[in-house]
């Protein structure tokens, strides 16, 4: 099993954090879908967790840590409660939940990435989960409240490939056998900037070539 | 494990009770989306059994019982020909439907609760769980239809939260020790009774405070 | 475990083909919904290898297929590369397209039905998820990109009943202990053959008796 990626406390700390982010994006959404409090409350457990419980499932680590671990699953209720009281102000720090959301992608791509190949996935497939652990809940989230999921959207900013390349990072330094808190950290990072970079100055990825100038642009 | 809820032939039929009856409005549902009768099938088994299925595949309970027993797959499709040939009769009976959903949502949450905790999950994943396998396959039943999920929107009457009381009282049965075919009984009852007050009072579950008027209402 | 439809080498070629051709259909949506090219990526994967992705975690066969072999995993990536540079040209022969996927269709539901089976599932449920892992992929794709599934919509020509008859001849055969390359080839062929002769005499599925006049026509 690769080294964990910090000691199990702050690793369970940063998972936290990056439970709680992904959530205050559910509850937020479920806010703008007219939702009621128990709707925010899925949206936020599913956008928090989908990710992670996807991987778990496909990997055979079930029950998935979504279920065994209290913390992962009263975290998003706190986010849905914050959100309820707060729903205006969180709005208007919303830059700062862009933020920590690109922190949880960081490092949710990583430790993804890490738990997919303990469980014996080879490197691609690994880095593959590594992305659908990052991505996976946002998608959901997104499916569930009815929107074309903003992950495939062209024009929003990249989100796919920060996380691809921290997932990438990550294999590549398990190949190498240089997989190490330190390592692990830059991958987490440079998603996280990458991301960051990505909505500061609008990057997007292109659309198909030689599309007819009769497609609908929406 | 803990006792079953009645004799397992009760319990058998009450099962398929409950998948009967979310399977008529997976296929009333497809009908009012103008599907052809295989898409009413897909609608009918998909209500009646996705919660299940999503339990099942959570705790690695593999393959599910949805595909093991031959009643579960075979009720929806009788179901699916009820609604096909006597369509507007079940519309008619709609209020006859919502009474039988309780009762499915009450047996669910129960039966879905017993089980996970039967798998070893803790009390509060196993209520989750409940409350999955209560609501999960009418989620995505709404998700298969393109409309958004009916749990979650705030002009519904109130649907989770008689589940989650029903799956609550379970957990607690569990945790006192005196989970029994009584006390299992009950727990459903009050989930079925607490959702045909819902229905009857139209009791629903607060928004977000403070929403800004600007939010468009749906 | 019942016979190889074909040698192994052939039974991968096959494979391979039919999730290039679903994965083309993924892509062509995606560049008719205006993804951008990643977009078009995680629609070709989904689209391709959603169906056995959902058949394995459902027999427990983890980690599925779709993450253990990397051609399973690079053909949807290469076929997004075709209609990303030759998008006019691939919509040019959509006729073509169809025909492949037909093949898709009748591969993957004999292929479905026969692992199914190898993991112990009884006829019945190898036959379910046979049709699950030909039709599965085309629904994740369709509700991915916020469509009404073509699967369940009346106005779409046969597509489930070809994949259902392909199932359901494998279920016999095996039933009959007469499965081998020959007849698994015949239920493909059969499953094939009804796709194409649906789509060119645009076969329908009726929708409920007696629908009353009042139900909106999509």
């Known amino acids: 099993m690769p080294p964990e990626l910090f000691s199990p406390t702050v690793q369970h700390t940063l998972d936290l954090v990056g439970i709680f982010v992904f959530a205050i994006s559910g509850a937020l959404l479920a806010v703008r879908k007219n939702f009621d409090v128990f709707g925010m ?17 496909v990997i055979g680590a ?18 849905t409660l914050v959100v309820f ?11 700062a939940v862009y933020v920590f959301d690109a922190a949880g992608l960081g490092l ?15 490197l691609t497939a690994s880095a593959t989960l590594g992305l659908a652990t990052a991505v996976g809940g946002g998608v959901l989230r997104d499916v569930l409240a009815n929107e074309v999921p903003s992950l495939l959207r062209w024009d929003r900013d990249l989100y796919a490939v920060p996380a691809i390349v921290g997932a990438t990072m990550v294999a590549l330094c398990i190949d190498q056998d240089v997989l190490s808190p330190l390592t692990s950290g830059l991958a987490a990072l440079t998603a996280f900037v ?11 990825a292109p659309r198909a070539w030689n599309r007819r100038s009769t497609v609908r642009e929406e």
Not at 48 to 53: D, I, P, R, W
Not at 64 to 73: E, H, R, V
Not at 85 to 95: A, D, K, Y
Not at 108 to 122: E, H, I, P, Q, R
């Open 85 to 95: 009281f707060l729903h205006p102000h969180v709005e208007r720090i919303q830059r």
């Open 194 to 204: 990458l991301r960051l970079l990505a909505m500061r100055y609008h990057w997007r």
């Open 62 to 79: 079930v029950p998935p840590a979504a279920f065994t671990d209290l913390g992962y699953f009263l975290t998003p209720l706190f986010a």
């Open 41 to 57: 409350a899925v949206l936020a457990e599913v956008t928090a967790l989908g990710g992670g419980l996807f991987r778990d499932v």
């Open 108 to 122: 949710f791509c990583v430790s993804g990435t890490t738990k997919a190949y303990a469980y014996g996935l080879n």
